[in-house]
């Protein structure tokens, strides 16, 4: 089974959840079935960020999930309530807090795969415009973990979808999934609202 099919299945039970708590069975259905024509059509689309040598290329498939749901809405859903079903469905999802629950990123581990990412993304960043761009600062914090991005793969695929509006929702999804592992994640700015990055600083809880 593909990536897409596993994220698919994955994330269509949160997004069916959520919908129908807000909207008719009638209309969560037609949506739910217009989103996935919607996300197989938009990730044949996308433009190339370097397919399984990306680590980073999961976000797409996951965050495109979303981002196709709201198109395939058709301005039926707002920006504000299209971000409240993300966050409310994630937020709940049993799936996503068992997967992040024991994940730690002040841990060395983790610390090496940002610096693999980083050097790739910095690598490739003319070859994949569309990607995004990873950097890695040990020099701003004593401790913890602290990187930044100064393009988004997510930002730039909503631009080609013309959803930036949906975008900061997106960001605020990194807040979600720390929140049931061991870090915090502390932010100052994102790409999505205008600033020049988005920073994450991981901490221990």
């Known amino acids: ?68 749901c709201y198109k395939a809405a058709d301005k039926a859903i707002s920006p504000e309530i299209m971000g409240n079903i993300i966050l409310d ?3 709940q999802s049993k ?13 060395q581990k983790f610390k090496n795969w940002v610096s693999s990412v980083s050097k790739w993304t910095q690598e490739n960043a003319d070859k994949y415009p569309a990607n995004w761009i990873m950097r890695e600062d040990n020099s701003k914090h004593d401790t913890g973990t602290y990187f930044e991005f100064s393009r988004c793969g997510l930002c730039e695929l909503c631009k080609l979808e013309n959803c930036t509006e949906l975008a900061p929702y997106l960001c605020e999804t990194d807040y979600v999934t720390a929140s049931f592992g061991k870090s915090k994640l502390i932010r100052k700015s994102t790409l999505a609202e205008g600033a020049s990055c988005c920073d994450f600083w991981y901490v221990n809880k």
């Open 1 to 68: 089974m593909s990536q897409t099919k596993v994220y698919w299945l994955i994330f269509k039970g949160i997004l069916k959840k959520q919908i129908s708590k807000r909207y008719s069975k009638e209309f969560t259905k037609d949506l739910l079935k217009k989103t996935k024509t919607e996300y197989n059509a938009m990730i044949s689309r996308a433009p190339d960020i370097g397919g399984k040598e990306n680590k980073l290329i999961m976000n797409i498939y996951a965050g495109g999930i979303f981002i196709a």
């Open 89 to 91: 469905g994630l937020k």
């Open 95 to 107: 799936i996503v807090k068992f997967v992040c629950k024991g994940q730690d990123q002040t841990t």
